[in-house]
């Protein structure tokens, strides 16, 4: 009996000894950075296209073109944090026009290069915009036409919400401001200040 005693107790020792081996001695925290793991990553090249309205007014001129506009855009982020810095350039494709005593004057076409400065909250973007602003400025009158292009400046807001993987989607304000041209055929400098709204679509590589 004393001999099946002594195997019995040496049985649940090993038995215990088994256990105890399975048993955790504490869990590591996991790898972070300082961005969650979880996290929405606004970091990297983006590539998209959107679609708008402008409207303003042309210096020397009482003409308010306005119209549909649309074109593509791309860029690139960095992010640190919450803080998300980033280049992005835009070319548009503007139907924005108006007839003045008797001037028609229009803006066929406008692009803008700027840099962004934005505060993520997770997958949802709000951010500030400014840089370079470039665009041509037409003039009409009695079937003649003249055409000038110059550069300005342009400053806007916008936010962007993450929809997917590698899908976002945004809505945009921009201002701006191109210098002016004289025109012989107006015997005037002209130039044109509009404010754009815009939706868009980006797919993050």
Same mark, same amino acid.
């Given at each position: 009996?004393?001999?099946?005693?002594?195997?019995?107790?040496?049985?649940?020792?090993?038995?215990?000894?088994?256990?105890?081996?399975?048993?955790?001695?504490?869990?590591?925290?996991?790898?972070?950075?300082?961005?969650?793991?979880?996290?929405?990553?606004?970091?990297?090249?983006?590539?998209?296209?959107?679609?708008?309205?402008?409207?303003? =007014?042309?210096?020397?001129?009482?003409?308010?073109?306005?119209?549909?506009?649309?074109?593509?855009?791309? *860029?690139?982020?960095?992010?640190? *944090?919450?803080?998300?810095?980033?280049?992005?350039? !835009?070319?548009?494709? =503007?139907?924005?026009? !108006?007839t003045f005593a008797p001037w028609k004057f229009s803006n066929p076409w406008f692009g803008t290069v700027r840099g962004r400065v934005g505060y993520a909250l997770n997958n949802v973007l709000f951010y500030g915009t400014g840089g370079l602003a470039f665009g041509e400025l037409r003039a009409e009158r009695f079937g003649l036409s003249e055409s000038h292009s110059s550069a300005g400046w342009t400053v806007g807001a916008g936010a962007e919400m993450g929809l997917a993987q590698n899908w976002t989607a945004k809505i945009e304000y921009l201002y701006v401001d191109l210098s002016d041209s004289r025109f012989a055929i107006t015997g005037m400098p002209n130039g044109t200040r509009f404010g754009v709204v815009r939706l868009g679509v980006n797919y993050r590589f």
């Open positions: 009996m004393k001999g099946i005693a002594v195997a019995a107790a040496a049985l649940a020792g090993l038995t215990a000894s088994a256990q105890a081996a399975d048993i955790p001695y504490g869990s590591r925290a996991p790898y972070t950075v300082n961005q969650p793991l979880n996290a929405w990553s606004w970091a990297g090249p983006y590539l998209g296209g959107n679609i708008g309205y402008a409207w303003g =007014s042309i210096d020397n001129s009482g003409a308010k073109p306005s119209g549909f506009n649309g074109g593509v855009q791309g *860029g690139y982020n960095w992010q640190s *944090g919450p803080v998300v810095f980033g280049l992005e350039a !835009d070319l548009q494709v =503007s139907g924005a026009n !108006d």
